[in-house]
């Protein structure tokens, strides 16, 4: 990769000449569609949707992809019928008592981003149990936002650095994107290179805001409940052919320039 290429304060850089994205973030999206399309209940489609995460929880690594960021919960779903919030609610449940023994094992290291504040103290816990217990590993990194929102996540950051200033332990000049960077819930993940959105919706809709920077956008067609390696792997292709040059110019203008 050219010195031109680097991405400001963008963690681990990407191998050599490689255009491999290091971190993959999914909104993962279309579970209702999905579920109405067989006459089910949304609820279904939401439980089809985390066997469709563990289906790319299990493709990712095998494709060379070491940070994985799933949108799983906004912080804008409290909004959904009350039901509908339950199921959710109940998800992280069923993915960690079926799958934490085996990611951990696998040496997958699970953080929940977002805020605590509204999930019930029973999940807090299983959430932190699931932090705990994979807080060692290092093989492959899975973040699940759940009730988290971009927005939220900036203001919870600014909140906390007008505390340190308040507290005169910090000056507003210190205040840079770094330090900032480290007050988000990512703080420690390197920035998504890709950001996949299913279900043919072509938004961000508040997930990562400050992390996608310089992250490549691919929107495919195909509802999340029936995401897997294929479709990974078609995202990784398009992200392949992508031109990523970070707000400077193509290495032959360079030249052309002399
Ligand atoms: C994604 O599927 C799950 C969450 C956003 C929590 P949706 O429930 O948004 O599915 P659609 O968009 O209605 O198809
Ligand atoms: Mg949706």
């Given at each position: 990769m050219a010195a031109s290429e680097k991405p400001p304060s963008a963690g681990a850089p990407l191998p050599e000449g490689s255009p491999h994205p290091l971190h993959v973030a999914v909104v993962m999206d279309g579970n209702g569609r999905w579920a109405k399309q067989r006459g089910l209940p949304r609820s279904l489609g939401h439980r089809a949707g985390v066997e469709a995460l563990k289906r790319t929880v299990e493709a990712a690594p095998r494709l060379n992809i070491r940070w994985l960021?799933?949108?799983?919960?906004?912080?804008?779903?409290?909004?959904?019928?009350?039901?509908?919030?339950?199921?959710l609610m109940a998800l992280p449940k069923r993915y960690f008592e079926s799958d934490i023994a085996r990611l951990d094992r696998e040496g997958v290291r699970v953080r929940v981003i977002g805020r605590r504040e509204g999930l019930s103290s029973d999940l807090v816990r299983l959430v932190e149990d699931a932090q705990a217990r994979t807080a060692r590993n290092d093989r492959f990194h899975l973040n699940i936002a759940f009730n988290y929102g971009g927005q939220a996540d900036i203001t919870d950051a600014a909140r906390r650095f007008a505390e340190e200033v308040a507290a005169g332990r910090r000056a507003p000049e210190d205040l840079d994107e770094?330090?900032?960077?480290?007050?988000?819930?990512?703080?420690?993940?390197?920035?998504?290179?890709?950001?996949?959105?299913?279900?043919?919706?072509?938004?961000?809709?508040?997930?990562?805001?400050?992390?996608?920077?310089?992250?490549?956008?691919?929107?495919?067609?195909?509802?999340?409940?029936?995401?897997?390696?294929?479709?990974?792997?078609?995202?990784?292709?398009?992200f392949a052919a992508r031109d990523r040059r970070y707000g400077a110019i193509a290495a032959d203008n360079v030249l052309a320039a002399g």
């Open positions: 960021t799933v949108f799983g919960f906004s912080t804008e779903n409290w909004s959904r019928p009350a039901a509908e919030v339950a199921e770094a330090m900032l960077g480290g007050l988000l819930a990512t703080a420690g993940s390197p920035p998504p290179d890709l950001i996949v959105r299913p279900s043919g919706e072509q938004r961000l809709s508040n997930f990562l805001l400050w992390e996608a920077a310089y992250a490549e956008l691919v929107f495919q067609d195909v509802l999340w409940p029936d995401y897997g390696e294929e479709h990974l792997r078609a995202a990784l292709a398009e």
